[in-house]
Structures are given as structure tokens and as C-alpha cells.
């Protein structure tokens, strides 16, 4: 094994002082660490810590010789037994080519489908300040290759590894505006990796622009509204913005607007003193009163009746409240993020929203990308939600075929990220359940095109598929007579929400619950949006005689 070049050294140093980004010195690396060492696969990843500072995670931040959805997974030490060696480990550590213990990339090199056979495989701790940062990992398919690698190769290689590593954490460091930021931002990314769809994963350059709009609203006290279409993560949006904020010590409430009953609105949201009408039988702290000091959320703002967006304004004006059935005001000092699906400007046009209120929500608007124009995100995202799904089912190993992958990245997921989670929760069941019986201990399960292809609109249906899949699909037909002519989306959409809507309460005999359980929505939206597109419920007796 020759050792690692003068020239490499010297590129390399230079890569770290220069104006390069961040992810242009880490592909640098692995074409370097790749040039000095024969191997199929290498992959850095940066170790997270826990809020007392012990590595309890290793993100992949680059890889070469993996499949695409590699960097989109999060690596929990404890249950990989090789990374959880290499992490408490000083120096290199070379696995015997037939070591028993499970590789957690098993599925994923390129250059070989299914179970990993013998192989070789090392991993280089990278520590700075005697504390572990980050894991380099090497696979070949060459069992013993690295055996003959000299001690100093693998030093100088950890070194620079770790150097580029540090390089990149300070940079990322200094951009922060204070030690608070920082600290946040650690608590933060520890919490999104722990907490189901807590992370905002996305490369595209519609997400760049999202974060750096998050990164420099942040920190101010502006109210804000958050645009998307259902699905998007205008909630995620909007807890980031909370734990980005200095108001991250105070709370986050979180209100639903949609599902408030319509005379109890004014209640929850400014409270209410014992005896303010019937039912009031103890003094109540709305949802501003709880929020103060902190976040006040509300999601499906555009759902908020008028008479109450009246209130809502003078509260966002003078950081005043009036609960109910007491005279006096009450100061709070609370910020407000609003998320909608809706288009507010042409609510206010047709007066269905208030104009002023409009104004005062929107001093900053921000608006969430829908998944179709985030090129490149769906294999990262798919790549999060398969390794939660492998942790919340107990797979040993779940793997993304690429021609699965490619079905995802084409698809246009008009239920954008919530979605792609659930079509692949279903595409797992469906992958372990076809496995099940003549699955063999330690064996991969493997996620086929098979198991999503009810994503291909014009693909047969079988007898299990969801009719609402096959409503969807029917929508989304290319070539149909209705292409070919001038609508209105207004009224398309109205239009197949009454026939839908009236359809399910229909089979459901009636029922609203049962209908907005079948529609995946709140029983009290599900009646709203009913009664605007003219739907009611009818129920007779009739007696013969």
C-alpha cells in the first residue's frame, strides 16, 4: 500500500485555507483519502452529541460508493456495534474480514447488492481537542486490503480528516451571532434527530433559501406567515423559528385554528373568568396568556372566523388581551408565527379574511416549497424516514433499491413530505410482510419499485389499493379531455371537494366523524369547509301508515 503523497498534502492544506465551501472540502477529502487507499466506499460523518456531550449519533456529511439516500440517515451509536467500537476506539480500528458484528451499510455499496459478504472495513475516529467529532469509515470488497496500510498513512489521514471536520464546525460556528445561538442550535439539532420529522433535510436550493430566510428572521420579534401547500412542514418551519429565536427558553404554543370550535375560539385563544357564560365554571388563561414570553403559533389561521379576527388584531397591535367576562385588559408579550395553506390575498379579496389583519401577520412572509420543486431532496428525506422506519419496526436493516428511488425522485407528490413519509411506511409494511416468511436472520429488507408503484397514476389498480389513491390517480391523468381545456383551479378544486366529501358522508350514512376520520381531517375543518361548499346533512323519519 503506498503511502499518502507530499502533493496530496499540500492540495489538500490549501483546500482548508481557500474560499472553497464546505462540501467542496469534504469531496475533496474522500477523492484524496480514495487516491491513497483502495477501497469502494468511504463516507465522513460528523458525531452528535447529547446536551451532557457524549456522541450519541454519527450524520453522514459525505459519502462516495453509497447509495444517494446514505446522507439523508442518521446512525444511532449504540445500536451499530462497529461504529460504537470505532467511536470508543483511539486509533484505527480494522475489522477481521469475517467479524460477526453487523456493517450498518449493509445494502448500500454501490458496487454490490444485498447482504455484504467478507469484506474489509476500517473506521479512523477523528477527535479534536481530545473529543470525538466525527467517524471516517472505508469499505472494500477486497477482504485484507487495508492490513497492509503503514501506521503513518492512517495518522495523517485521520489528521486530515479531522482538520477539515474542525474546519467546517468552526466556520459554522462563526456564523452564529452569539454563545446562545450556539448552544441553541447543538440542543436543536440534538432534538430534531431524536424527534420524528424534527429536522429540516434538504439540499435543493429552494431549501438553502428557506434556511438562510430562517437564519435571518429568527432572531427578531417579527410576526411572521408561513405559506404552503397541506403538507409542506409549516410546522417544522415553525419550531425551528422558535428554538432559532431568543425566546427559546419561553414556550411554544400551539393552536390549531381549524379545529376550535367556532363559540369557543375567542375563549381559548384570550381566556375566560368564571361565569362568563354557561359552562364557565372556573377562570381559564387562554393560549396568549400561556404563550407569554414565548411563541404563539397558529396554524390554519385562514380558518379563523371574522368576527374573531377582529380581536386577534387588536392583541398583535397592543400586545393586549381581554379574556372573557373581565373588563380590564391584560398585557402579554408574545410573538406570533401563522401558517396557512390558503392564498390569504385572494381571501381578503373576496372578503373572507380581513386586510388589516392580513397585513399585520404577513410583516414577514415566508413561503415553504412544496416537495416537487426541491430537486434532489426526496433521496434525502426518503433516506430519514427509511432509517426511522428501521428503528420503529425493529429491521436490522432496511434498504431503498434504486429503481425505487428513481420512482420517488419522479413523482410529484401533491401531498408533499407527509406524503412521502407515509408511502413509505406502507412500502415497508408491505417489504417486511413479502419477507416475512422466508426471511433468513440478518437479512436485509429491501425496499422494491413494487412496493410503491401505486405512485404511477397509470398503473392498474389492484382490489387493495385505498380509493382515495385511485381519486388521486384519476386527477392526475395526463391527456384527459379536461387537459385539453381552460378551468379554473378555484373551481375544479371546489368542485371535486364537494364530490368527494359528499360522497364519503354518503357511505359513511351521515356520519361527520366518521367521514373526516375517512378524509384524514378534523371533524370541525371537515363541517366548515362542508358548509362553504354547500353540503348539509339531512336526516328524516318517515312513517308508512
Known sequence: MADISSAALIELALDLTNS????????????TVRRTVSCDAVVLLQALNTQDGRPDQLKPLAQQGLTQDTLGRRFEIPLHPRFAAICDSGTPVRFPADSPLPDPYDGMLLVHEGNLPVHACMGLPLRADEQLIGVLTLDSMTPHVFDAIPKRTLDVISAMSAATLKTAILLQQLEQHSQHNQLLVAELTHEALVKDGGELIGNSQAMQRLKREIDMVASSDFTILI???????KELVARTLHRQSTRTEGPLVYVNCAALPENLIESELFGHVKGAFTGADRTRKGKFSLADGGTLFLDEIGELPLAVQSKLLRALQNQEIQPLGKDATEKVNVRVLAATNRQLKQEVAEGRFRADLYHRLSVYPMSVPPLRHREGDVALLAGYFVEQLRRKLGIRQLALDSEAIELLCRYDWPGNVRELEHVLARATLRARNENGARQQAGSIIRIYAKHIEQLVATQPLG????PMD???NRAQAPGSQADTQRLNLKQQTETYQRQLIARVLSQENGSWSA???RLDTDRANLSRLAKRLGIKVTKQIISDS
Open 20 to 31: 472553497l465551501t464546505t462540501q467542496d472540502r469534504f469531496e475533496r477529502l474522500l477523492t
Open 227 to 233: 405559506e404552503g401547500e397541506t403538507g409542506v412542514g
Open 463 to 466: 382490489a387493495d389499493d385505498d
Open 470 to 472: 385511485r381519486e388521486s
Open 515 to 517: 367521514a373526516a376520520k
